[in-house]
């Protein structure tokens, strides 16, 4: 089988259902990915995150390059082991996080020197470097190293960085070893400007990669400018492999994405909103942390199944809060992931049944987008 297969199983307009099978399991897709960072989703348990149909997570290689370091984790069997997680993982590069650094970080051919954020040790991460951590964690889908152009960036800066990105990629194929246990994914880059997203596009396709993901969006620029960019480099990606947008997870990039042709997506957002007291509901977007709801006696989300919504009521939830208890983020994080999960579910529903556009005209309306 190798490390990675993906089949497409139908199609509705662009938006594609398919299943990724990996050495750790098949993932259904279009699929949402909860993040787990620093080898856990924050506030969730890995048996709360099966319950609720999570299929792959995320781990990040920055954060644990630096803490507890790749070695610690390879002596424990790996990042599955390590974490008690037995289903497909995916690890980023680092980059992302390295280029974020801003002053702290030095870019070369090489890679990137920075100062950590724990202790302001100096550190470099590059291609080569990135892949060995990886190798390391063991997880299913490995990312390249890239770099990952801030939004606004001219032209001037946009195409040198995208081309080191394309080099990068290619160093990165040369070190990836354990291609019968690990896939490694490209990034395609290039801003807001399509014929350099073109060009990044051409160039990493030809390296055959088990799948492909299109990076440098969603940092900052405005939707109708995403939507703009991704209409034209999703069709850059082949049709026989997955792809992959980074970094997206409010439900309207998640339809807008699938309505284009993504088959994967991640964000931290679920859980960083939980822990503001924000949720997702089926009419909109809500903050229980609001008086509105001390004497709120109905469930956080009256069409939502899951755990939270039919054991609490607002009213409990804006108590925990106000008190300040850690059980408000661990409720508000597994219904925020429950609910992304399960509007997944229902589009790969909608395009098996032709009918993708009429579930995310419904969705829009309820939501409060239309």
Not at 57 to 86: C, S
Not at 92 to 116: P, W
Not at 334 to 349: D, V
Request: some cysteine; overall charge negative; hydrophobic content about 35%.
């Amino acid at each position: 089988m190798g490390s990675l297969t993906y089949k497409l199983i139908k199609k509705d307009g662009k938006a594609r259902r398919g299943e990724i099978t990996t050495k750790h399991g098949t993932i259904q897709t279009p699929v949402f990915m909860p993040v787990g960072t620093a080898a856990t989703v924050k506030a969730v348990k890995p048996e709360t995150l099966k319950e609720n149909g999570a299929e792959i997570i995320l781990g990040n290689t920055y954060h644990l390059f630096l803490r507890p370091g790749a070695d610690i984790v390879r002596e424990a069997g790996g990042l599955h082991k390590f974490m008690n997680w037995d289903r497909p993982i995916l690890t980023d590069s680092g980059g992302f996080q390295v280029f974020s650094l801003g002053d702290l970080r030095k870019i070369t051919e090489e890679g990137v020197e920075f100062a950590s954020f724990i202790d302001g040790s100096r550190h470099m991460l590059g291609p080569e470097s990135s892949i060995e951590v990886q190798q390391a964690l063991g997880s299913d889908i490995m990312m390249a190293f890239d770099e990952c152009a801030p939004y606004p960036a001219d032209r001037e800066y946009v195409l040198p960085s995208m081309e080191r990105t394309t080099r990068w990629l290619a160093r990165c194929k040369d070190a990836w070893t354990n291609r019968e246990n690990q896939a490694l994914f490209g990034i395609m880059q290039g801003g807001m400007y399509l014929d350099l997203r073109e060009k990044s596009a051409r160039d990493i396709v030809d390296m055959d990669l088990p799948g492909y993901s299109i990076g440098g969006l969603s940092v900052g620029e405005p939707k109708e400018l995403m939507c703009e960019v991704l209409d034209e480099c999703v069709d850059f990606l082949p049709e026989e492999k997955p792809r992959y947008l980074m970094g997206v997870g409010t439900p309207d990039y998640l339809f807008e994405g699938v309505a284009r042709g993504v088959d994967m997506f991640d964000c931290v957002l679920p859980t960083r909103l939980a822990r503001h007291g924000a949720a997702f509901t089926h009419s909109g977007q809500i903050n229980i942390k609001n008086a509105k709801f001390k004497r709120d006696f109905t469930p956080l989300d009256p069409e939502c199944d899951c755990y939270v919504c039919r054991n609490y009521s607002r009213a409990y939830l804006n108590h925990l809060f106000r008190s300040g208890e850690i059980l408000s983020h661990m409720l508000l994080s597994e219904h925020n992931i429950h609910f992304l999960i399960k509007t997944m579910e229902k589009i790969r529903k909608s395009i098996e049944e032709d009918r993708f556009e009429e579930y995310k005209e419904k969705f829009y309306r309820s939501y409060g987008y239309m």
